[in-house]
Structures are given as structure tokens and as C-alpha cells.
């Protein structure tokens, strides 16, 4: 029997869509998995960006969440699950009683800042607690050079006598997260220490300005000054695959130490301000300037989320996720990525200053820009 065009695109499409949208929807996939065992589960932190996409995770998977903070800091996001969430108060710099006598499957430390903080956790939970998840860094690996960015690369474990101030810094943030992880180990052992390294934590709840800063700058649209080179590596982690990741590994019994970084390809400069751009209709016209000393000139060396290759920092996007996406770490497309980030700049869980101050701001490249385009013009010329 001959069908009409819309019964025929009825069929085709019906036929079509639903195998597509299943693939499509890893995150679905790995839910339909259920965790063999709820867990109860501590965090240490969990109100600022990270914590809150973990802890809607693991109540939608089921499990129980604790809670430990000074609290201060009011969540951003997801605050309405915070009321299904036990909270412990205490400072991690003086005060660890609330932690004291109680049983948990697994510790998130999401807060760790010192060396000292993870230490004591770490000695006063090893025997209350099964697991231990330690949220370090891909700063681990600075300075950045070399080819070996994978778990296996060796860290460095103290900061080098006669480095510049600046250096000085950089190493300070890595060390104590490499030290950290020490602590995790040493109190834990490698059968119950979860270690993982997030690049740059992009999405909703984002406490930096590193990822809005692009959402903002293409959607306005004109002369667009694209710092470095058009083929630089990009690497970031939306927030949201790696907080559901870490919880995975956790129901997976997955001890071990990872690189958390995505997307799950390598991501040029040039896809990724595309890519960002996709989600916008505003006319754009892109200038790529990738003179090193010019860049420095003028202040825009780290416009990230990609870093430009100054030596020291050459491999910070080149974190192997091997590892990680072998253990079950997943990417949402970058398209997804800025719709959940778009929805939230604009609501009410960020303030209007920070919307305008991203715009005008003294430091934003925004506000500097149109002179800084002026002078490659003119140094061309
Ligand atoms: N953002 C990135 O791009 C990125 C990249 C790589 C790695 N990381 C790592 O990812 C982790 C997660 O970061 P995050 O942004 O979600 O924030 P976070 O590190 O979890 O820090 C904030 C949390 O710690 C609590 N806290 C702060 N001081 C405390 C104290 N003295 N005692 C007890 N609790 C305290 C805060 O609550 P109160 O203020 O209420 O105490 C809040 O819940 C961090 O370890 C960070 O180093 C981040």
C-alpha cells in the first residue's frame, strides 16, 4: 500500500530516532545500571561547585550524603536537595569532632587546601570509613613539560629552591595536591585511595569567570581576539560527568589514581570557540593573534579554558584520559556543556554584578580588548 508523505516521515523518522536517542544518552546507559550497594557517603566541602552536582548524583542513585563545612558557603545550585543531606559543622583547620565515632562507605574530600587538612581526615577516618576520594588536581604535573602526562609521570613533591615568585605560587597549589594524595595513600593504601586529577572544572555553579567569559564573548558577537594558535589542545571536564564519574567509581570499587580530564578527543582552540559559538547568532569575526610577545605585552597570556604554550605550562592540556574514560568517564557534548552553563549564568543563582562585571571590569579582556585588536592593527601596519 502507497503511504502518504507524512505516514512514509512518521515511519521513517519513528523509525529512526529512538535507536539515535539511546546512544546518544550515555548518561541514561550508565543508569540503568543500578549500584549494587547504596553507600553512604561523606563529603568534606560540598556546597561550592563541585559538591553539589556529586550529591545530586548519588540521591538520584540512591545513596545517603553527609556533609562536612564550616557552614558558610551557600550552595549555588541544587539547593533544594541540601535539605535531604545530613550536614556536619566543623573547620577542618581545628575542628574534625562531628567526624568523630561515626561509620561512612566512602569520603569525598572535595576542601582539601593544605597538606595538614587531608592528613588528619585521612588518619581519623581510615578506620571509620572503607574509601578515600581525593579530589587533586592536574596542577600535579607543573610545570607542564615533557611528554608523559599520565598517571604514571612522576610529581613534584616540594617547591624548588630560587623560582620566581609567580613560579613560586603555581608550585605551591600543585605540591600540596601532590602531597595530599600522599597523605590519602599513606593512610589508606592503594586498594582503598581513589585519586583523581580534574583539568579545568567547566559548568554550572562555576566559581571562576574562566568559561563564562566565552559563553559571554561570543554570544556579543564582533572583533574577537582569539589568543594563540588556532591548533592549541583544549581540555576542560564539565563539572557534571565528573562529579557522576567520581561517584561511579566509588560504586565500582574503582580504587586507583586518574586524570580527569575531557573532552574525549583532542579539541582544538579553533573547535572549541566554534563549537561555543554554535549555541549563539551573533555575527562574529575572529582575529587570532598567537604572537607570544604580544600576547605577554598585553596581559592575555591565560585566557583559558586553554592555556597558552608558554613553556612551562605546554602540556597542561594533555592530560591522558585513557585511564579515566577506560574506567567509565563519560563526556556530555561541548553543546550541552554551555546550554546548562548559559541557563544558569542567567538566573538568579548568579548576581547581576558578576554578569556586568565580566563585561567591563578593569581585568576582563572584554573591556581591554577593542584597544588591544587597535594596537595588532596598527604593529601590523
Ligand atoms: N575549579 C577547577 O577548575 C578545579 C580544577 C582542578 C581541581 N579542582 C579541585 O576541585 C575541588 C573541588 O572544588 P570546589 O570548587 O567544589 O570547592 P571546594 O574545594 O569543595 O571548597 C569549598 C568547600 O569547602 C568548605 N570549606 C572551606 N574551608 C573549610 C574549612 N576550614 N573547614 C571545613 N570546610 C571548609 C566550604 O564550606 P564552608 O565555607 O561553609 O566551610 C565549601 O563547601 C577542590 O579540591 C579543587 O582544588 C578544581
Do not use: C
Amino acid at each position: 500500500m502507497k503511504k502518504s508523505r507524512r505516514e512514509f516521515l512518521g515511519m521513517s523518522l519513528g523509525v529512526g530516532l529512538t535507536p539515535i536517542i539511546k546512544a546518544n544518552s550515555l548518561e541514561n546507559l550508565m543508569d540503568l545500571k543500578e549500584p549494587e550497594k547504596k553507600l553512604k557517603i561523606l563529603i568534606l566541602g560540598g556546597t561550592s561547585f563541585l559538591g553539589p552536582h556529586q550529591i545530586a548524583y548519588a540521591l538520584k542513585r540512591g545513596h545517603e550524603v553527609s556533609i562536612f563545612t564550616r557552614g558558610k558557603t551557600v550552595p549555588k545550585v541544587h539547593q533544594d536537595l541540601f535539605s535531604k543531606v545530613e550536614k556536619l559543622i566543623g573547620d577542618r583547620e581545628d575542628n574534625l569532632e562531628a567526624l568523630k565515632n561515626r561509620k561512612w562507605d566512602a569520603v569525598i574530600d572535595n576542601s582539601g587546601r593544605k597538606t595538614k587538612w587531608t592528613e588528619d581526615t585521612a588518619r581519623l577516618l581510615e578506620a571509620q570509613v572503607e574509601a578515600y576520594m581525593y579530589t587533586s588536581s592536574i596542577s600535579v604535573y607543573y610545570p607542564y613539560v615533557g611528554t608523559d602526562f599520565s598517571e604514571e609521570r612522576s610529581l613534584v613533591t616540594e617547591i624548588p629552591k630560587g623560582v620566581s615568585e609567580q613560579a613560586q605560587l603555581t608550585y605551591e597549589y600543585g605540591v600540596m595536591k601532590a602531597t595530599s594524595e600522599m597523605a590519602t595513600m599513606n593512610a589508606f593504601g592503594p586498594q582503598r585511595s581513589y585519586i583523581v586529577r580534574p583539568s579545568l572544572i567547566v559548568g554550572p555553579g562555576d566559581r571562576t569567570d574562566r568559561f563564562p567569559y566565552w559563553l559571554s564573548r561570543l554570544e556579543k558577537g564582533g572583533d574577537i581576539l582569539i589568543p594563540g594558535k588556532k591548533e592549541e589542545v583544549v581540555q576542560y571536564i564539565d563539572v557534571r560527568d565528573l562529579a557522576e564519574w567520581m561517584i561511579r567509581l566509588l560504586e565500582n570499587k574503582a580504587a586507583g589514581v586518574y586524570n580527569g580530564s575531557g573532552p574525549g578527543f583532542e579539541m582544538t582552540t579553533n573547535a572549541f570557540v566554534h563549537g561555543v559559538h554554535a549555541s549563539y547568532n551573533s555575527p562574529v569575526n575572529y582575529i587570532q593573534i598567537d604572537d607570544l610577545n604580544f600576547l605577554k605585552e598585553n596581559e592575555i597570556i591565560g585566557i583559558q579554558p586553554w592555556v597558552i604554550q608558554l613553556p612551562e605550562y605546554a602540556g597542561m592540556s594533555k592530560s591522558d584520559n585513557r585511564k579515566a574514560i577506560a574506567a567509565g568517564l563519560q563526556f556530555r557534548p561541548l553543546s550541552e556543556t554551555v546550554s546548562a552553563t548559559k541557563e544558569w549564568w542567567y538566573s538568579n543563582a548568579v548576581a547581576q554584578e558578576r554578569r556586568d562585571n565580566i563585561l567591563t571590569s578593569q581585568q576582563s579582556l572584554m573591556s581591554r580588548e577593542k584597544d588591544i585588536l587597535e594596537k595588532w592593527q596598527n604593529r601590523k601596519k
